[in-house]
Nanobody
Framework: QVQLVESGGGSVQAGGSLRLSCAAS????????MNWYRQAPGKQRELVAG???????NYADSVKGRFTISRDNAKNTVYLEMNSLKPEDTAVYYC??????????WGQGTQVTVSS
Protein backbone atom coordinates (compact mmCIF):
# COMPACT_ATOMS: atom_id res chain seq x y z
CA GLN A 1 0.00 0.00 0.00
CA VAL A 2 1.47 3.32 -1.09
CA GLN A 3 0.81 6.35 1.06
CA LEU A 4 1.91 9.89 0.34
CA VAL A 5 1.36 12.47 3.07
CA GLU A 6 1.93 16.15 2.34
CA SER A 7 2.53 18.83 4.93
CA GLY A 8 3.81 22.37 5.18
CA GLY A 9 1.09 24.30 3.42
CA GLY A 10 -0.32 27.51 4.78
CA SER A 11 -1.06 31.16 4.16
CA VAL A 12 1.66 33.66 3.33
CA GLN A 13 1.95 37.10 1.81
CA ALA A 14 3.35 37.62 -1.65
CA GLY A 15 7.12 37.39 -1.61
CA GLY A 16 7.10 34.90 1.24
CA SER A 17 8.33 31.33 1.39
CA LEU A 18 7.01 27.91 2.29
CA ARG A 19 8.51 24.45 2.38
CA LEU A 20 6.30 21.51 1.54
CA SER A 21 7.14 17.96 2.56
CA CYS A 22 5.84 14.66 1.27
CA ALA A 23 6.47 11.57 3.37
CA ALA A 24 6.18 8.43 1.30
CA SER A 25 5.36 4.95 2.49
CA UNK A 26 6.50 3.09 -0.59
CA UNK A 27 8.96 0.34 -1.32
CA UNK A 28 12.22 1.31 -2.97
CA UNK A 29 11.58 5.03 -2.55
CA UNK A 30 15.04 5.90 -3.86
CA UNK A 31 14.13 4.31 -7.20
CA UNK A 32 10.97 6.39 -7.63
CA UNK A 33 10.41 9.54 -9.60
CA MET A 34 8.60 11.96 -7.32
CA ASN A 35 6.52 14.91 -8.47
CA TRP A 36 4.69 17.90 -7.12
CA TYR A 37 1.48 18.96 -8.82
CA ARG A 38 -0.92 21.76 -8.00
CA GLN A 39 -4.52 22.58 -8.75
CA ALA A 40 -5.99 26.03 -8.45
CA PRO A 41 -9.76 26.58 -8.25
CA GLY A 42 -11.35 26.17 -11.66
CA LYS A 43 -8.11 25.03 -13.26
CA GLN A 44 -6.62 21.71 -14.28
CA ARG A 45 -4.01 20.02 -12.16
CA GLU A 46 -0.55 20.90 -13.42
CA LEU A 47 2.93 19.54 -12.90
CA VAL A 48 5.04 21.93 -10.83
CA ALA A 49 8.28 20.01 -10.37
CA GLY A 50 9.70 16.53 -10.59
CA UNK A 51 12.81 14.73 -9.39
CA UNK A 52 14.10 11.45 -10.74
CA UNK A 53 15.76 8.63 -8.85
CA UNK A 54 19.09 10.01 -10.04
CA UNK A 55 18.32 13.50 -8.81
CA UNK A 56 17.52 15.13 -12.13
CA UNK A 57 14.91 17.83 -11.76
CA ASN A 58 12.41 19.55 -13.97
CA TYR A 59 10.17 22.55 -13.34
CA ALA A 60 7.20 24.30 -14.83
CA ASP A 61 8.28 27.54 -16.48
CA SER A 62 6.11 29.50 -14.07
CA VAL A 63 8.15 28.39 -11.04
CA LYS A 64 11.68 28.15 -12.44
CA GLY A 65 14.12 30.09 -10.31
CA ARG A 66 11.67 30.31 -7.40
CA PHE A 67 10.91 26.69 -6.45
CA THR A 68 13.35 23.89 -5.65
CA ILE A 69 12.49 20.22 -5.43
CA SER A 70 14.73 17.88 -3.45
CA ARG A 71 14.60 14.48 -1.85
CA ASP A 72 15.99 12.71 1.19
CA ASN A 73 16.04 9.01 0.44
CA ALA A 74 17.02 8.16 4.01
CA LYS A 75 13.75 9.72 5.17
CA ASN A 76 11.59 8.67 2.21
CA THR A 77 10.67 12.32 1.83
CA VAL A 78 10.50 14.78 -1.05
CA TYR A 79 10.45 18.53 -0.50
CA LEU A 80 9.34 21.59 -2.40
CA GLU A 81 11.00 24.81 -1.32
CA MET A 82 8.92 27.72 -2.57
CA ASN A 83 10.34 31.25 -2.54
CA SER A 84 9.13 34.58 -3.88
CA LEU A 85 5.60 33.29 -3.77
CA LYS A 86 2.97 35.00 -5.88
CA PRO A 87 -0.83 35.07 -5.56
CA GLU A 88 -1.02 32.91 -8.68
CA ASP A 89 0.80 30.14 -6.76
CA THR A 90 -2.32 29.71 -4.65
CA ALA A 91 -3.48 26.12 -5.08
CA VAL A 92 -3.73 22.73 -3.48
CA TYR A 93 -0.35 21.05 -3.86
CA TYR A 94 -0.18 17.29 -4.36
CA CYS A 95 2.63 14.80 -4.12
CA UNK A 96 2.69 12.14 -6.82
CA UNK A 97 4.64 9.11 -7.91
CA UNK A 98 3.97 6.93 -10.94
CA UNK A 99 2.64 3.44 -10.32
CA UNK A 100 3.96 0.24 -11.91
CA UNK A 101 1.11 -0.14 -14.40
CA UNK A 102 0.76 3.34 -15.83
CA UNK A 103 -1.31 4.49 -12.86
CA UNK A 104 -0.20 6.96 -10.23
CA UNK A 105 -0.31 7.47 -6.51
CA TRP A 106 -1.40 10.76 -4.98
CA GLY A 107 -1.36 12.37 -1.58
CA GLN A 108 -4.33 14.15 -0.09
CA GLY A 109 -2.96 17.58 -0.90
CA THR A 110 -1.96 20.62 1.12
CA GLN A 111 -3.37 24.10 0.63
CA VAL A 112 -1.09 27.00 -0.20
CA THR A 113 -2.62 30.47 -0.15
CA VAL A 114 -0.64 33.54 -1.17
CA SER A 115 -2.17 36.93 -0.53
CA SER A 116 -1.19 40.13 -2.26
Amino acid sequence: QVQLVESGGGSVQAGGSLRLSCAASVSFFSWKTMNWYRQAPGKQRELVAGISSGGSTNYADSVKGRFTISRDNAKNTVYLEMNSLKPEDTAVYYCNTPGPRGDAYWGQGTQVTVSS
